[in-house]
């Protein structure tokens, strides 16, 4: 009978970790057991057992009864049990929501299963956020007008667009130009923060200018706004921790919301994207760069060491950059300190 993985699915995850010389690491005050309450997260109960938290998938221990390997409840109880002298962790005294359809199989609803990060911080962002390149960005089409002229526009009113349009795509994104990301060492060009503005959808198709009605807007649809194909890409909730590859290395260079300092469960972008191997579910450890200071003892100045002081995970990965959610935060993080694998 085939098995089911609980918690997290490990032949996922086996090949991702071989590679990685790092094993689970117990945390000093470790509970036997640990009871599942709304809220939590896969992170969270992790960390309750374990110093390096990104190692979970390794010590999730099989449980042929559970048919859905994602959904643990509140009201689970998480149990730490040693097979073969490592530590396993398994779930007992199931409470979560249960059908019985045969005796030989189970459906567990989604409904109420807790979730591997808190998603109500970063929807926004897998749902609608986008990184672009300068040519990508100037050669889609842009709003000219609103409907009687107007030149601002909210959800429900047509607009006019120049620009070409195909006949096979009916749906558009509503965008305007943010910030441009630069590689702090090299200066390299990584793209565009396209800012979500609104969708759109194609009414009539003409040579010059053709008639959109706006369907969404976040905020006044405006002159100038550009319109992309919205994106044929899958938009997965569940993310499994992994090392990044080899010996990858980053900074932060922007913080979501034009804020300096770096806090808990703050989005931000680092320089580094699928080009070098960044996949969602990657962790970083994040290191707050030494500071150059006066040696008061021989003169001259000494550099200190990169501090550790936080770690982040990648939630989405985009050609040159990649977004990430910050879970710890130890001390104030804040753009240019350094990412690492943990």
Request: hydrophobic share 40%; charged share 25%; glycine share 8%.
């Amino acid at each position: 009978m085939k098995k089911y993985f609980i918690g997290l699915t490990l032949a996922l995850m086996l090949a991702n970790l071989a590679s990685a010389q790092e094993a689970p690491r117990l945390r000093n005050d470790v509970p036997d057991t640990y009871t599942v309450v709304r809220g939590d997260t896969l992170w969270d109960i992790s960390a309750t057992f374990l110093q390096n938290p990104w190692m979970w998938p390794e010590i999730w221990h099989v449980n042929t009864q559970i048919a859905n390997p994602h959904l643990i409840y509140p009201g689970d109880v998480i149990k730490l049990i040693y097979l073969e002298g490592k530590p396993r962790l398994t779930v007992t005294n199931r409470q979560g929501p249960v059908m019985k359809l045969t005796p030989n199989a189970r459906v567990l609803s989604q409904a109420e299963a807790i979730e591997t990060i808190p998603l109500d911080k970063i929807n926004s962002f897998l749902s609608r956020s986008r990184v672009v390149t300068k040519e990508e960005l100037e050669a889609a089409p842009y709003v000219v007008a609103g409907g009687d002229e107007h030149l601002i526009v909210g959800a429900g009113d047509n607009f006019y667009a120049v620009g070409r349009f195909t006949g096979d795509e009916s749906v558009y994104g509503i965008y305007r130009s943010g910030e441009e990301y630069r590689d702090p060492q090299t200066h390299e060009r990584l793209g565009i923060q396209a800012l979500d503005i609104g969708s759109s959808e194609l009414r009539v198709v003409n040579d010059e200018v053709s008639t959109l009605r706006a369907t969404r807007s976040t905020e006044e649809i405006r002159v100038g706004d550009r319109l992309l194909r919205q994106e044929e890409r899958p938009i997965d909730s569940t993310f499994f921790p992994s090392p990044p590859a080899g010996d990858l290395e980053g900074e932060i260079i922007v913080v979501e919301g034009g804020i300096n300092q770096v806090g808990k469960f703050d989005v931000v972008v680092i320089n580094r994207g699928s080009r070098e191997g960044v996949v969602p579910g990657n962790v970083f450890a994040v290191y707050k760069r030494g500071q150059k200071i006066k040696d008061r003892v021989e003169g001259g100045k000494v550099q200190l060491p990169d501090e550790r002081a936080g770690l982040l995970m990648i939630f989405r990965a985009f050609d040159k950059v990649s977004l990430g959610l910050i879970l710890e935060a130890q001390k104030g993080l804040k753009v240019n300190d350094k990412v690492r694998a943990p």
